[in-house]
């Protein structure tokens, strides 16, 4: 193989992995939340997620909640997050109030939802009950 042919196929191997790197970063780069204004600002530092943020994602996600779902439940998700920031982690009246979360939440979901909420809801339980 001459010098040539070497240099082009090193110049197109290089290639390749840039392309491969680029459209792998493309592919698992978080897509566009749909929780209005989590996307920033570009003239504004990025702020962590807080956690009601965080959590209305996780019940987004593993729900499949509407776009109105989220509009409709983001107070009850603020108003529960700042409740629970203030209770101490695995406390009884945190889990309390978790389930007064899921006792108003339950209203705005379909039967199917509703199920998966209740297992989310179920497992909670399980972790943060204490042991006697």
Request: charged share 30%; with cysteine.
């Amino acid at each position: 193989m001459s010098t040539m042919s070497t240099r082009l196929l090193s110049i197109l191997l290089m290639a390749v992995i840039f392309v491969c790197g680029f459209l792998s970063g493309r592919l698992t780069a978080p897509r566009d939340s749909v929780l209005p204004g989590l996307q920033g600002n570009p003239d504004q530092p990025i702020e962590p997620l807080r956690v009601q943020d965080r959590v209305m994602r996780r019940y987004i996600e593993e729900l499949a909640l509407t776009p109105e779902q989220v509009e409709t439940c983001r107070p009850l998700f603020e108003e529960t997050g700042e409740r629970m920031l203030k209770l101490p982690k695995l406390s009884e009246e945190r889990l309390e109030e978790l389930e007064r979360f899921h006792r108003a939440f339950a209203s705005h979901l379909t039967p199917e939802q509703q199920e998966k909420a209740s297992k989310m809801l179920e497992q909670a339980q399980r972790m943060k009950r204490p042991k006697r």
